[in-house]
């Protein structure tokens, strides 16, 4: 006995006269009307539209809204919302139940897969909208859906695939249980953009999980290496690093093996991407190297630009900031010439963070202005990152409040999605910001869960500048011994990873630590070392450093 039978059995011996009055309203209805309170009951979804009703019926959708009209006229539906229709539980079990009992399984069958199949033509729709640039799908249905919604622009897109979100799930689950491998996959292909932009990503995970299960033996190999793309990038932003490349690793395999070419230079690109967040500079750049070839021997503009700016981040981080400011303005160039504003604020956002390296605050904050009125439209990871560039301007420029209420809706939104990676930034603002403040303790509070995470996510970047901000604020309360050994660690791993202004900041805190604790000699040593690699990068902090020691020898603290 199913489920719904054991409860509806329940139902009646409780109180067997709610399920006489289904009876009674069922057996009331015409013929046709009878087979079409059958057909959506089949349908999977909490609710269904005329849109999907006339899917489920094969017919046109005024039809289908005018025999909704007629079952909720007659009790057998509800409309909580205008447009959408729901049975009640108890109903839903009846007409499952009665649809068992009366029709046959080929035709219980039938009635899914077109129901399956309207669902998967909306949301690739829809996704054609929100990622024009993806892949075409390949979804091979066998029931063309009389009518679709229309859509007509990303956030009508967005917004249906909001209202239809558990419908959709459902549609999912429904067709692993019904043995459809195509449509398992097809449905991870098309909520894919939608579920990784909302930070739907343990959704999207499971949901990927079931295509790559359901193509590996499907000889279907651009399918299976995009599905283990996919899967890739939502482990990715979850900060799950080793898995995310082990996924991106066997993709690039199969693309490279069905000669498919686009796929190999994205897949690429993402590699470089998860090699950068681990700190591993030259494999990311290698990896870019070897897409920024594929994509110009295919001719794809937007793959080129898109690798010019994410080259020009992993330049950033080596110290090669004009080498990467000219990459980036080429990528802006490239993506106005296709018209790509998608792309094109992400790289105006990423152009700030190398102005905010380089000391450029004031072109910086024009960079970032330039972002804001479309960082709604980038997905909510994006949004909180932009939060946090806003933060760091404020900071820098003495707001300390105002840094503070960025960074800490930032921090919102990165523990809604479970994105370590930006909760670690978050954290090192906002314990600056108290540090710069004098609020010492709170420092240390924010600074140690960020090393914490970053060590949890093997983000050594981060890992590296929370030890050093540790070791900052450690040296601002006096906590001098502890200081010098947070700086230290902090010196190495800054060292290992090979990020230069990273290891000179590190090497001037250390200077000052020991100021306190050695004299002057070490401190000596420490800050030239730090202002050569300062003035190397064409920084700011080389002057400074300069005049803090011509004037170390007039120091006399302890």
Same mark, same amino acid.
């Given at each position: 006995?199913?489920?719904?039978?054991?409860?509806?059995?329940?139902?009646?011996?409780?109180?067997?006269?709610?399920?006489?009055?289904?009876?009674?309203?069922?057996?009331?209805?015409?013929?046709?009307?009878?087979?079409?309170?059958?057909?959506?009951?089949?349908?999977?979804?909490?609710?269904?539209?005329?849109?999907?009703?006339?899917?489920?019926?094969?017919?046109?959708?005024?039809?289908?809204?005018?025999?909704?009209?007629?079952?909720?006229?007659?009790?057998?539906?509800?409309?909580?919302?205008?447009?959408?229709?729901?049975?009640?539980?108890?109903?839903?079990?009846?007409?499952?139940?009665?649809?068992?009992?009366?029709?046959?399984?080929?035709?219980?069958?039938?009635?899914?897969?077109?129901?399956?199949?309207?669902?998967?033509?909306?949301?690739?729709?829809?996704?054609?909208?929100?990622?024009?640039?993806?892949?075409?799908?390949?979804?091979?249905?066998?029931?063309?859906?009389?009518?679709?919604?229309?859509?007509?622009?990303?956030?009508?897109?967005?917004?249906?695939?909001?209202?239809?979100?558990?419908?959709?799930?459902?549609?999912?689950?429904?067709?692993?249980?019904?043995?459809?491998?195509?449509?398992?996959?097809?449905?991870?292909?098309?909520? *894919?953009?939608? %579920? !990784?932009?909302? #930070?739907?990503?343990?959704? &999207? @995970?499971? /949901?990927?999980? +079931? $295509?790559?299960?359901?193509?590996?033996?499907?000889?279907?190999?651009?399918?299976?290496?995009?599905?283990?793309?996919?899967?890739?990038?939502?482990?990715?932003?979850?900060?799950?690093?080793?898995?995310?490349?082990?996924?991106?690793?066997?993709?690039?395999?199969?693309?490279?093996?069905?000669?498919?070419?686009?796929?190999?230079?994205?897949?690429?690109?993402?590699?470089?991407?998860?090699?950068?967040?681990?700190?591993?500079?030259?494999?990311?750049?290698?990896?870019?190297?070897?897409?920024?070839?594929?994509?110009?021997?295919?001719?794809?503009?937007?793959?080129?630009?898109?690798?010019?700016?994410?080259? *020009?981040?992993? %330049? !950033?981080?080596? #110290?090669?900031?004009?080498? &990467? @400011?000219? /990459?980036?303005? +080429? $990528?802006?160039?490239?993506?106005?010439?296709?018209?790509?504003?998608?792309?094109?604020?992400?790289?105006?956002?990423?152009?700030?963070?190398?102005?905010?390296?380089?000391?450029?605050?004031?072109?910086?904050?024009?960079?970032?202005?330039?972002?804001?009125?479309?960082?709604?439209?980038?997905?909510?990871?994006?949004?909180?990152?932009?939060?946090?560039?806003?933060?760091?301007?404020?900071?820098?420029?003495?707001?300390?409040?105002?840094?503070?209420?960025?960074?800490?809706?930032?921090?919102?939104?990165?523990?809604?999605?479970?994105?370590?990676?930006?909760?670690?930034?978050?954290?090192?603002?906002?314990? *600056?910001?108290?540090?710069?403040?004098?609020?010492?303790?709170?420092?240390?509070?924010?600074?140690?869960?960020?090393?914490?995470?970053?060590?949890?996510?093997?983000?050594?970047?981060?890992?590296?500048?929370?030890?050093?901000?540790?070791?900052?604020?450690?040296?601002?309360?006096?906590?001098?011994?502890?200081?010098?050994?947070?700086?230290?660690?902090?010196?190495?791993?800054?060292?290992?990873?090979?990020?230069?202004?990273?290891?000179?900041?590190?090497?001037?805190?250390?200077?000052?630590?020991?100021?306190?604790?050695?004299?002057?000699?070490?401190?000596?040593?420490?800050?030239?070392?730090?202002?050569?690699?300062?003035?190397?990068?064409?920084?700011?902090?080389?002057?400074?450093?300069?005049?803090?020691?011509?004037?170390?020898?007039?120091?006399?603290?302890?």
């Amino acid at each position: 006995m199913s489920p719904d039978d054991r409860r509806l059995d329940e139902v009646r011996d409780e109180g067997r006269e709610i399920t006489t009055v289904f009876e009674i309203s069922y057996r009331g209805l015409p013929s046709s009307l009878g087979d079409a309170f059958r057909a959506f009951g089949q349908h999977p979804g909490p609710d269904l539209t005329a849109h999907a009703a006339a899917a489920a019926l094969g017919r046109p959708v005024r039809e289908a809204e005018r025999i909704l009209e007629e079952l909720f006229d007659r009790h057998l539906i509800t409309e909580p919302v205008s447009g959408r229709y729901r049975f009640h539980d108890l109903v839903h079990d009846y007409v499952r139940r009665l649809t068992r009992e009366t029709d046959p399984e080929e035709e219980r069958r039938r009635i899914v897969h077109r129901i399956l199949d309207f669902y998967l033509a909306a949301a690739e729709q829809a996704d054609r909208l929100i990622s024009p640039h993806r892949a075409a799908h390949d979804l091979r249905l066998v029931h063309t859906p009389p009518e679709l919604p229309s859509p007509r622009d990303e956030p009508e897109a967005t917004a249906w695939f909001a209202t239809e979100y558990h419908c959709l799930l459902n549609a999912a689950a429904e067709a692993e249980r019904a043995g459809l491998p195509g449509h398992v996959a097809g449905f991870a292909r098309v909520l *894919a953009g939608y %579920l !990784e932009s909302q #930070g739907h990503w343990e959704v &999207a @995970e499971r /949901l990927h999980s +079931r $295509a790559i299960t359901a193509l590996r033996d499907s000889g279907d190999g651009p399918s299976l290496a995009r599905a283990l793309s996919d899967r890739s990038l939502v482990r990715f932003r979850s900060g799950e690093y080793d898995s995310a490349l082990e996924d991106a690793e066997r993709a690039l395999a199969v693309f490279r093996s069905a000669g498919e070419r686009h796929g190999e230079a994205d897949i690429l690109d993402h590699m470089g991407l998860i090699h950068w967040h681990l700190s591993r500079f030259p494999e990311a750049l290698a990896h870019g190297r070897e897409a920024l070839a594929i994509h110009r021997s295919l001719g794809d503009r937007r793959g080129e630009a898109k690798n010019l700016d994410y080259t *020009a981040i992993f %330049l !950033e981080y080596r #110290g090669r900031y004009r080498e &990467a @400011e000219q /990459l980036r303005l +080429r $990528a802006l160039a490239i993506f106005t010439e296709i018209e790509d504003p998608r792309r094109r604020t992400m790289a105006l956002n990423n152009m700030g963070d190398l102005m905010l390296r380089m000391g450029a605050v004031d072109k910086a904050v024009d960079y970032y202005g330039r972002t804001a009125a479309a960082a709604a439209e980038l997905g909510r990871q994006n949004q909180a990152i932009m939060l946090i560039n806003l933060g760091n301007v404020s900071r820098h420029t003495g707001e300390h409040e105002t840094a503070l209420e960025h960074y800490r809706k930032a921090l919102a939104l990165a523990m809604e999605l479970g994105d370590r990676r930006t909760q670690v930034e978050t954290l090192i603002g906002i314990g *600056a910001t108290f540090q710069d403040t004098g609020r010492y303790g709170e420092a240390l509070i924010h600074h140690e869960r960020a090393l914490a995470i970053s060590q949890s996510i093997s983000e050594r970047y981060e890992e590296a500048v929370a030890l050093r901000h540790l070791g900052e604020t450690l040296t601002a309360s006096g906590r001098y011994p502890a200081a010098i050994e947070h700086l230290q660690r902090a010196s190495d791993l800054a060292t290992r990873i090979g990020v230069p202004d990273e290891i000179a900041k590190t090497l001037a805190s250390l200077g000052t630590a020991f100021l306190h604790v050695e004299g002057r000699d070490k401190t000596r040593e420490y800050w030239q070392e730090a202002a050569q690699i300062f003035e190397s990068l064409d920084l700011r902090e080389a002057e400074s450093l300069r005049t803090r020691l011509s004037h170390l020898d007039e120091f006399t603290g302890t």
